[in-house]
C-alpha cells in the first residue's frame, strides 16, 4: 500500500476537530504545547483496520528539534511513510492505546530514518479524542552515552584499585562485612577473595579489639565524621600479627545515604619498631596519612581530569605547529625575497658588466687590423665567453627568481618554465592553462610555480619520463594545479619513511596556504601530484560572493 502525505480536506477536518475541542477546552493549548520541552506529537487514526493510516495533526517545537527535522517535514505525514518505524512497537501501542483509552509506556526506542536524527528515544503514548493519539518522547542518547562513559569510569578505577600492591584495599558493606578484595589485601592479609568476601571484617583484629567492640567503634566514627583512621595491632590468615595503619571512608550517595566504607590497610610494624627514629617517623607518617586520605580522590579526579589535559596538550601542540608553520612561511617569504634580490643583482649588475665587457671587445675588435689575427681570435673567443656567460646568468637569475613570474605572472612563468626544462632534458613538458584571465596574488602564484619547478626537478632526477603533462584549472573557490608524468613512478610507503625534503617543503608550502598537497604513485604507472589552494575572497568572481 502506498501512503501520500495529506494537506487536502480530510487532514484538515481532522486536526480542525482536534484544534477545536482543545482550543474550547484549554484555552492555551497551542501555548503549552509550543513551550513544552517534551517532544508532543499528535496521530490521528484515519483506518482502524490499517496502523499505517495513522497521520500527524500537530507537533510541538520540542519534537521537531529532539529529531532533527522541521515542523513542516512532519506535519501530514503518516506512519506509512516512515517503514522503519512501522517495524517497532510505536504503531502496534499507539493503536492499543486508541482502542483501550489507557496510556501506554513504550520505554527506550533506538530509531533513526532519513528524517530523524539516529538516537535513543523515551516514548510514551496517550489517548486523547476518539482516534487522536498523543505520542511524547525525549531523546535520551546524551544520557545513554554519559552512563557508558560512566561504567566505563568506574571499571578503569576498580582495575586500578586491584592492581595497587602496597595497600590493601577492600569495600565493606553498612553492616562491615567485606564485599570487595584487591591484590594488595591477599598479599597483605594472607586471604583469597574467595575465602574472606562475605566475612565481618573484625576477623582482622586481636581478640581483645574484638572484645573491645574496636571494629564497630571505628564504623560508627567513620559514619558519623566521614572517615576514621586508626593504627594498631591486626592480625593476618597464618595468625601472625603486624601494625598496620587503617583509614576508613564511609560512602554515601548523592542523596547522604550509607551506602558501606571504603577500608585502606597499610602494614607499618617496620616503622613502628623504630623507637629511636620515632620524632621522623611521625612526622613522615603525618604527611603519608595525608597522601593517603587523599588517594582515592586524587586517583579519581586524574581519571576524569584525562581528557582534559589531553586535550589541552593537543591544543598546544597544535599552537606550537602553528608556529612553527608561521616561522617556516616567514623563512619562505624572506628566501623568496632574497632570491629576487639575487637575481635582480646578477641580472642587472653582472649583466650591465658583461654587456660592457662585450662591447669593450667589439670595439677592440674593430680597432685591430686584419694582420692582427692573433689579437682577432682572442677578441672572438673572449665574445663567445662572455656570451655564455650572459646565457649562464640568465638561467642563474631565472632559476633563482624568474622575472616573467614578477613582470607576466603565473601563466607565463609557468610557460616559461616547461619550455625551459624541456630544452634542458630533452622530456616533452605541456601546460594546460584556463582560458579566461587569472591573477593570483604573490604568495599563491609563488607556491604553485615552487612546487612545479621542484616536481619537474624530481622528474629529472627520478622519474626517467618521456611526457609531462601539467593543468591549472580554477574551480569554485580555489585553484588545482596538476602534475602527471608517465615514469618509472615510486614506492609512497617507502617515500615517506625516507621523509624526502622535496616532498615535505612542497607539503608544507601547501599547508602554509591552508592548501593540500596530494601525491599518487605506482611502481610502473607514473606519478600524479594535485595541488588544491583556496582563493581568498577578493579573488573570486561577483557572482561566486554572492
Known amino acids: 500500500m502506498t501512503t501520500h502525505r495529506t494537506s487536502g480536506?480530510?487532514?484538515?477536518?481532522?486536526?480542525?476537530?482536534?484544534?477545536?475541542?482543545a482550543e474550547t477546552t484549554f484555552p492555551l493549548y497551542q501555548e503549552i504545547l509550543k513551550g513544552l520541552p517534551v517532544g508532543i506529537v499528535v496521530l490521528h487514526l484515519e483506518n482502524p483496520r490499517d496502523i499505517r493510516s495513522f497521520r500527524i495533526t500537530d507537533v510541538n517545537p520540542a519534537a521537531a528539534l529532539l529529531t532533527?527535522?522541521?515542523?513542516?517535514?512532519?506535519?501530514g505525514r503518516t506512519l506509512g511513510e516512515f517503514p522503519k518505524l512501522l517495524k517497532t512497537e510505536l504503531p502496534r501501542r499507539c493503536l492499543e492505546a486508541a482502542q483501550s483509552r489507557e496510556p501506554r509506556n513504550l520505554g527506550e526506542i533506538s530509531y533513526g530514518d532519513e528524517r530523524i536524527r539516529e538516537?535513543?528515544?523515551?516514548?510514551?503514548?496517550?489517548?486523547?479524542?476518539?482516534?487522536?493519539?498523543?505520542?511524547?518522547?525525549?531523546?535520551?542518547?546524551?544520557?545513554?552515552?554519559?552512563?557508558?562513559?560512566?561504567?566505563?569510569?568506574?571499571?578503569?578505577?576498580?582495575?586500578?584499585?586491584?592492581?595497587?600492591?602496597?595497600?590493601?584495599i577492600f569495600n565493606l558493606d553498612p553492616l562491615g562485612n567485606i564485599v570487595s578484595w584487591n591484590n594488595g589485601a591477599e598479599r597483605l592479609k594472607g586471604y583469597r577473595a574467595e575465602e574472606i568476601i562475605g566475612k565481618h571484617f573484625s576477623v582482622f583484629y586481636p581478640p581483645e579489639d574484638v572484645a573491645n567492640e574496636k571494629p564497630q567503634r571505628i564504623l560508627e566514627e567513620a559514619t558519623q565524621r566521614g572517615q576514621s583512621e586508626d593504627e594498631g595491632w591486626r592480625v593476618r590468615k597464618d595468625?601472625?600479627?603486624?601494625?598496620?595503619?587503617?583509614?576508613?571512608?564511609?560512602?554515601?550517595?548523592?542523596?547522604?545515604?550509607?551506602q558501606g566504607f571504603a577500608k585502606v590497610t597499610r602494614d607499618i610494624t617496620e616503622r613502628h619498631g623504630k623507637e629511636q627514629s620515632l620524632a621522623k617517623a611521625k612526622e613522615l607518617l603525618e604527611v603519608r596519612v595525608e597522601q593517603r586520605t587523599t588517594v582515592l580522590a586524587r586517583v579519581n579526579h586524574e581519571l576524569r581530569t584525562e581528557i582534559?589535559?589531553?586535550?589541552?596538550?593537543?591544543?598546544?601542540?597544535?599552537?606550537?605547529?602553528?608556529?612553527?608553520?608561521?616561522?617556516?612561511?616567514?623563512?619562505?617569504?624572506?628566501?623568496?625575497?632574497?632570491?629576487?634580490?639575487?637575481?635582480?643583482?646578477?641580472?642587472?649588475?653582472?649583466?650591465?658588466?658583461c654587456t660592457a665587457i662585450k662591447m669593450d671587445l667589439a670595439l677592440i675588435g674593430r680597432k685591430a687590423t686584419k694582420k692582427q689575427t692573433r689579437l682577432l681570435a682572442k677578441v672572438d673567443s673572449a665574445t663567445q665567453l662572455v656570451d655564455g656567460m650572459i646565457v649562464t646568468l640568465r638561467r642563474i637569475a631565472s632559476e633563482l627568481r624568474p622575472r616573467t613570474l614578477d613582470d607576466l605572472g603565473l601563466a607565463a612563468a609557468l610557460e616559461g618554465q616547461a619550455q625551459e626544462f624541456e630544452t634542458r632534458t630533452g622530456i616533452r613538458c605541456r601546460v594546460a592553462l584556463p582560458e579566461e584571465s587569472l591573477v593570483l596574488d604573490p604568495e599563491r602564484s609563488t607556491a604553485i610555480f615552487r612546487i612545479f619547478q621542484e616536481s619537474l626537478t624530481n622528474v629529472a632526477r627520478h622519474a626517467r619520463a618521456t611526457r609531462v603533462e601539467a593543468r591549472l584549472e580554477r574551480e569554485v573557490n580555489q585553484i588545482t594545479f596538476q602534475v602527471h608524468?608517465?615514469?618509472?613512478?615510486?614506492?609512497?610507503?617507502?617515500?615517506?619513511?625516507?621523509?624526502?625534503?622535496?616532498?615535505?617543503?612542497?607539503?608544507?608550502?601547501?599547508?602554509?596556504?591552508?592548501?593540500?598537497?596530494?601525491?599518487e604513485s605506482v611502481p610502473g604507472t607514473g606519478t600524479t601530484l594535485t595541488l588544491r589552494i583556496?582563493?581568498?575572497?577578493?579573488?573570486?568572481?561577483?557572482?561566486?560572493?554572492?
Not at 239 to 258: C, E, H, M, P, Q
Request: glycine share 6%; hydrophobic share 40%; charged share 30%.
Open 534 to 546: 583556496p582563493l581568498p575572497t577578493a579573488a573570486l568572481p561577483e557572482q561566486d560572493l554572492r
Open 68 to 75: 532533527g527535522a522541521s515542523l513542516e517535514d512532519l506535519h
Open 308 to 353: 582534559a589535559e589531553r586535550a589541552r596538550a593537543e591544543e598546544q601542540l597544535r599552537a606550537s605547529l602553528e608556529q612553527l608553520r608561521a616561522l617556516a612561511g616567514r623563512l619562505q617569504s624572506v628566501r623568496e625575497e632574497e632570491r629576487k634580490s639575487i637575481a635582480r643583482e646578477i641580472h642587472d649588475e653582472l649583466g650591465q658588466a
Open 9 to 21: 480536506p480530510e487532514a484538515h477536518a481532522a486536526k480542525s476537530v482536534l484544534t477545536r475541542h
Open 485 to 519: 608524468d608517465n615514469g618509472a613512478g615510486f614506492d609512497m610507503e617507502e617515500a615517506k619513511s625516507r621523509k624526502s625534503l622535496g616532498l615535505v617543503g612542497m607539503h608544507e608550502r601547501a599547508l602554509l596556504l591552508n592548501g593540500e598537497l596530494k601525491v
Open 239 to 258: 595468625g601472625s600479627r603486624f601494625w598496620a595503619n587503617v583509614v576508613v571512608t564511609a560512602l554515601r550517595n548523592a542523596k547522604g545515604s550509607l
Open 119 to 168: 538516537g535513543t528515544y523515551s516514548v510514551q503514548v496517550f489517548p486523547l479524542l476518539e482516534n487522536f493519539i498523543g505520542v511524547a518522547f525525549q531523546n535520551i542518547t546524551e544520557r545513554k552515552q554519559a552512563e557508558l562513559a560512566l561504567r566505563q569510569s568506574e571499571e578503569r578505577f576498580r582495575l586500578l584499585v586491584q592492581s595497587v600492591q602496597e595497600y590493601a
